[in-house]
């Protein structure tokens, strides 16, 4: 079973950089597709992205696409999210989740484990 802690969440103003990281223990993450979602305060959970396990399917939601780029790096277990450009509306908690499929794919339901989170918050 594979234990997913995120990290690099962090207070910024509307504009800057912030780059999360999910880092993996337990299991090689190299069988997972990994995706990146969020969850506003009385708001559902988001899709935000997702990179499969081979990292050649790669999926952003409409509102993040051109400003967030999600990479990852087998060897060191950890999958990162560059977010670029930030923006008020993406203040929340990100979470990092590990799905079995190893697919790319932007359905919640496809993701069997979860970190706890990291906070974002922008505000100026």
């Known amino acids: 079973q594979v234990h997913l802690v995120e990290s690099g969440g962090g207070q910024v103003q509307p504009g800057d950089s912030l780059k999360l990281t999910c880092i993996a223990s337990?299991?090689?993450?190299?069988?997972?597709?990994i995706g990146w979602f969020r969850q506003a305060p009385g708001q559902e959970r988001d899709f935000v992205a997702t990179?499969?396990?081979?990292?050649?399917?790669?999926i952003y939601d409409v509102s993040v696409k051109d400003r967030f780029a999600i990479s990852r790096d087998n060897t060191q277990n950890t999958v990162s999210l560059q977010m670029d450009s930030l923006k008020h509306e993406d203040a929340a908690v990100y979470y990092c989740?590990?799905?079995?499929?190893?697919?790319?794919?932007?359905?919640?339901?496809?993701?069997?484990?979860w970190g706890q989170g990291t906070q974002v918050t922008v505000s100026s």
């Open positions: 989740a590990a799905g079995v499929s190893g697919r790319a794919t932007m359905d919640i339901k496809q993701y069997n484990y």
């Open positions: 990179i499969s396990r081979n990292g050649e399917s790669i």
């Open positions: 337990g299991a090689s993450i190299s069988t997972y597709s």
